[in-house]
């Protein structure tokens, strides 16, 4: 009898074991691709754009408190910049958000979890083809520049994961940025 109650325990014990260390693997998991998502979004250059500059002591830095929400909707931009030409075809805002060029004007965007104005209600699949075919999830308007797509439509599907995995997992700011402005011709033509 003893023995066979031994046995139950030790069956019991195994399935909670199993239970436990796959819910620890599957945790793990999660954390490994946050992790790694973090770092390819902290090398790739996504801060640079996707968040605000402020001036800090030692010149523009991106402003970590608002990481990742895009181009300000507090700093409204209404028309492109007209350049005079060779040598400059682009003019950026202070923010570093907010970018003139032979495209219009484009905003960089929210990419915090925020549920109406950043990715929240984007799905993975969403968020590859999206950076895949350079089109918004894949199927809406073309994205425009200065977004790096012709560079990282090389990231592996892996990475593309965890560069969406870490995304979701970050603080939701809501901030709704704009719409693209046209060109001067196009703005013109009108
Ligand atoms: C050189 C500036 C720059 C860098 C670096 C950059 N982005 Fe962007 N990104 C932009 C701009 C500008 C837009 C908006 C383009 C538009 O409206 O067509 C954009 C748009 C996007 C979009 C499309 C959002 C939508 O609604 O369709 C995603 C997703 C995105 N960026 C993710 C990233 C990630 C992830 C990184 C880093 C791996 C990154 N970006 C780095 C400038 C940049």
Same mark, same amino acid.
């Given at each position: 009898?003893?023995?066979?109650?031994?046995? @139950?325990? %030790? *069956?019991?014990?195994?399935?909670?074991? =199993? #239970? !436990?260390?796959?819910? &620890? $693997?599957?945790?793990?998991?999660?954390?490994?691709?946050?992790?790694?998502?973090?770092?390819?979004?902290?090398?790739?250059?996504?801060?640079?754009?996707?968040?605000?500059?402020?001036?800090?002591?030692?010149?523009?830095?991106?402003?970590?408190?608002?990481?990742?929400?895009?181009?300000?909707?507090?700093?409204?931009?209404?028309?492109? @910049?007209? %350049? *005079?030409?060779?040598?400059?075809?682009? =003019? #950026? !805002?202070?923010?570093? &958000? $907010?970018?003139?060029?032979?495209?219009?004007?484009?905003?960089?965007?929210?990419?915090?979890?925020?549920?109406?104005?950043?990715?929240?209600?984007?799905?993975?699949?969403?968020?590859?083809?999206?950076?895949?075919?350079?089109?918004?999830?894949?199927?809406?308007?073309?994205?425009?520049?200065?977004?790096?797509?012709?560079?990282?439509?090389?990231?592996?599907?892996?990475?593309?994961?965890?560069?969406?995995?870490?995304?979701?997992?970050?603080?939701?700011?809501?901030?709704?940025?704009?719409?693209?402005?046209?060109?001067?011709?196009?703005?013109?033509?009108?």
């Amino acid at each position: 009898m003893k023995a066979h109650y031994t046995r @139950i325990a %030790l *069956a019991v014990a195994a399935a909670f074991g =199993a #239970v !436990s260390s796959s819910s &620890t $693997a599957l945790g793990d998991e999660s954390a490994d691709k946050v992790a790694r998502g973090k770092y390819v979004v902290t090398t790739s250059g996504c801060n640079d754009c996707h968040t605000p500059w402020i001036m800090g002591p030692g010149g523009p830095e991106p402003d970590m408190s608002r990481m990742l929400s895009g181009h300000p909707q507090d700093v409204p931009i209404t028309a492109p @910049i007209s %350049l *005079a030409g060779d040598p400059w075809i682009a =003019a #950026v !805002s202070g923010t570093n &958000t $907010a970018w003139s060029g032979p495209w219009g004007v484009s905003f960089t965007a929210n990419l915090t979890p925020d549920s109406e104005t950043g990715l929240g209600k984007w799905t993975l699949r969403n968020f590859v083809d999206t950076i895949r075919t350079g089109r918004h999830m894949g199927r809406g308007r073309e994205i425009l520049p200065p977004m790096p797509i012709p560079m990282y439509k090389h990231f592996s599907d892996a990475d593309l994961e965890a560069i969406y995995t870490y995304l979701q997992s970050i603080p939701a700011i809501s901030n709704k940025v704009p719409e693209p402005l046209p060109p001067v011709q196009a703005t013109a033509a009108n």
